[in-house]
């Protein structure tokens, strides 16, 4: 009796326990876990104390964007070369559901005329050209051969990747030279005019949105169909936590990420005026970095404008 008994718990144990638990920290990580955590608050004391509010709430959306990206392993390049090498549709289909997700709130945000600057909320709206081909093709290499894109290379530097930070610095002096010829690439290169769904035809902004979730629809449709005919392996499990654990400790679901990312962008549009970016942080860190050296980047066609306001501390 009292094998079964103990047998049966054993089974209950085996039961309630995950097979990829995530393993405790060891000697080596705690004072690195404590120590960061220390960095950030003091960081983040001194934005709020020496910026400003918005500064610092964007430091706190900059930090939650990262955490997310983090315990999701969510990434942008890492889902195409999925795709293509194995035919697995998971990272697509989390792309559509955050685009989905973020799609709605943006449209209700515009429509309303909503932030909380006061002024209007502005999109991210380029024209295609010929400086958009040839980039493209350049930062596929890129991405590629450096492992990752702008948001998988700095949550990987911060999670103590430190072989991405070659990847970073690489990143950080492309974007500078771009920033140099900036205005070749924009203004002496063909382009179109930049397009809006919503404001450059009459569908204004439900009817954009409309059309921009059956896109995404129809998009996810076929990741299923290729699913079906290819029959990938999956995504392998990686090591977590139960419950509120999970928060803090081991992977999270992809999908639940891509929504808890457009809901983040969705703040920083409200907060900011103008939705989460991440490779202008790599002009401006580099061109302060050799406007000490005495190089002056102000006279940049990159830096007229508004733009130049970042190159300048309040």
Not at 68 to 77: E, I, M, V, Y
Not at 195 to 224: C, H, M, P, R
Request: glycine fraction near 10%; charged fraction near 10%.
């Amino acid at each position: 009796m009292m094998e079964t008994v103990e047998r049966l718990n054993r089974q209950t144990l085996a039961r309630n326990t995950p097979t990829n638990a995530a393993a405790p920290l060891n000697h080596w990580q705690k004072p690195h876990v404590i120590i960061g955590s220390i960095a950030i608050i003091l960081l983040g004391a001194y934005i709020f104390i020496e910026t400003s509010l918005t500064q610092g709430v964007l430091y706190i959306l900059g930090l939650a964007l990262g955490f997310t990206l983090f315990h999701a392993r969510f990434g942008f390049t890492s889902a195409f070369r999925r795709l293509m090498s194995v035919g697995n549709v998971q990272g697509i289909q989390a792309h559509m559901i955050m685009l989905a997700v973020a799609s709605t709130i943006f449209a209700i945000i515009f429509a309303t005329d909503f932030t909380l600057t006061g002024s209007s909320p502005s999109g991210n709206i380029s024209p295609v050209g010929v400086s958009l081909i040839v980039g493209s093709f350049i930062f596929g290499i890129g991405m590629q051969l450096g492992g990752g894109c702008a948001s998988g290379t700095l949550y990987h530097v911060g999670s103590g990747q430190s072989p991405t930070v070659i990847t970073l610095v690489g990143f950080i002096a492309g974007s500078v030279i771009g920033a140099y010829h900036w205005g070749f690439w924009m203004n002496d290169m063909p382009s179109f005019k930049p397009f809006s769904l919503a404001e450059s035809t009459n569908l204004g902004y439900f009817g954009a949105w409309a059309v921009q979730i059956a896109l995404f629809a129809f998009i996810y449709w076929i990741t299923v169909q290729v699913a079906k005919r290819k029959k990938p392996p999956m995504i392998k499990a990686l090591p977590t936590e139960r419950g509120w654990k999970r928060v803090f400790r081991g992977s999270w679901p992809l999908y639940t990420a891509a929504v808890v990312l457009a809901l983040l962008n969705a703040l920083v549009l409200i907060v900011r005026g103008s939705p989460w970016g991440i490779t202008s942080a790599f002009a401006l860190w580099g061109s302060k970095i050799i406007s000490a050296f005495g190089i002056d980047v102000s006279s940049w066609t990159y830096w007229s404008g508004d733009k130049g306001d970042a190159l300048t501390p309040d």
